[in-house]
Nanobody
Framework: QVQLVESGGGLVQAGDSLRLSCAASGRTYSNYVMGWFRQAPGKEREFVATISWVGGSTHYADSVKGRFTISRDNAKNMVYLQMNSLKPEDTAVYYC????????????????WGQGTQVTVSS
């Protein structure tokens, strides 16, 4: 059983930056994949980025590649999403996620979800 708690969302202007944080607790496993998904109103939940807990391999959606960076702190059981050059189309609820299989590029591959944090980017 894994609990995930996100923080760091907010309201920013286009071109600004935000860093999201996710704290994992409970029975975590070293082979887990950690990542971020997002969901805009009326839309399906979509993949953003993932990172392997042990090796640090990363995988990004094409829409965020070059702008977003996922990272982790193994000692603190934390995962982060640094979001730069934010665009209005990045507006969504961002969810921290954990699962057992790499690359965890779809919502159906996720085993555990956080409650989400709202990111709003104004133009």
């Amino acid at each position: 059983q894994v609990q995930l708690v996100e923080s760091g969302g907010g309201l920013v202007q286009a071109g600004d930056s935000l860093r999201l944080s996710c704290a994992a607790s409970g029975r975590t496993y070293s082979n887990y994949v950690m990542g971020w998904f997002r969901q805009a109103p009326g839309k399906e939940r979509e993949f953003v980025a993932t990172i392997s807990w042990v090796g640090g391999s990363t995988h990004y959606a094409d829409s965020v590649k070059g702008r977003f960076t996922i990272s982790r702190d193994n000692a603190k059981n934390m995962v982060y999403l640094q979001m730069n050059s934010l665009k209005p189309e990045d507006t969504a609820v961002y969810y921290c996620a954990a699962g057992a299989g790499w690359p965890m590029g779809g919502a159906r591959d996720v085993g555990y979800w956080g409650q989400g944090t709202q990111v709003t980017v104004s133009s």
